[in-house]
């Protein structure tokens, strides 16, 4: 979906073994006493994935709305599963298909269905090169497709995920996964700090300098490393992110004696990149 707003091009399915649409759950142990999501507290621990995982973070982010509860994430899917089956987690998050039939899980919330992954070219590419890439991919001998698990197919339709992503997006601008419990949902108190984004410098050693200009009519100079930039949803690189309106949550920023602030995003939830009208 990111891809097709940057006016990238479809070429092929990741995973054409696999049906075009998948889905996440949320798990407990067999033995355990939660029932459904309806039974989480804020004490209730539950293991995430990546911050850009839509399976084991994206999804249960939209289904735990409104919920308060103790979060470890940046977890792959074995470890969620290894954290929930040692006791060192109440809940966990991964794909549907593979706990579905793990006799020592049990599912507690199915998700709504999620488009799949494709392959899709750089519009920077030149029409030129984009053709021989595709050309390339898709005569390639059919080892390497299964070996790069890939093939051509019918691209996945985003429209109902986009609506999704919308609320996550909404829940994400507010939840501060820097301290527990985390809430997700939005109160008077997790408002953050609201901003443009106008020019960016590149300071070296990987680290980026954006320039806020806040609604304050203030500016602040935020520090992020282009790998924690990297995850943050529609804000993957410092070209991406500049010109666009922007919410820091759960950063205290430091004054200057200037007028002027500072801070660090430390963490891809930190900073959310707002959609036209948010």
């Known amino acids: ?61 939209y289904d735990l709305y409104g919920k308060s509860t103790t979060v470890t994430a940046g977890h792959r899917s074995s470890k969620i599963r290894e954290l929930v089956a040692n006791k060192q987690a109440d809940i966990g998050a991964v794909v549907y298909s593979t706990i579905k039939d793990d006799p020592q899980f049990r599912v507690i919330q199915i998700s709504r269905e999620i488009p799949g992954t494709g392959v899709y070219l750089s519009p920077k590419l030149s029409p030129t090169v984009q053709k021989q890439i595709q050309n390339i991919l898709e005569n390639a001998p059919k080892k390497i497709k299964e070996q790069a698990n890939y093939d051509t197919g019918k691209e996945p339709d985003y429209k109902e995920f986009r609506t999704i992503a919308l609320r996550a997006d909404q829940v994400l601008s507010c939840a501060n996964f820097s301290r527990n419990p985390v809430q997700f949902f939005c109160n008077a108190t997790s408002q953050g700090i609201l901003g443009r984004v106008a020019g960016f410098t590149n300071q070296g050693n990987g680290m980026i300098r954006l320039r806020l200009e806040r ?22 690189s410092p070209e991406i992110v500049n010109r666009k309106q922007v919410k820091i949550i759960g950063v205290e920023p430091i004054e200057l004696e200037d007028g002027t602030c500072q801070l660090t995003i430390e963490n891809p939830t930190q900073l959310v990149v707002l959609q036209p009208g948010a």
């Open 1 to 61: 979906m990111r891809a097709k707003d940057n006016s990238y091009k479809w070429l092929a399915r990741m995973y054409p073994k696999y049906p075009l649409t998948f889905q996440s759950a949320l798990f407990v142990r067999s033995d355990s006493l939660i029932k459904s999501i309806e039974d989480i507290k804020s004490t209730t621990t539950i293991a995430l994935g990546d911050y850009n995982s839509a399976s084991s973070f994206y999804m249960p982010t």
């Open 215 to 236: 609604e304050n009519h203030k500016t602040c100079q935020v520090f992020v490393s282009s790998q924690t930039l990297n995850k943050i949803t529609d804000g993957s």
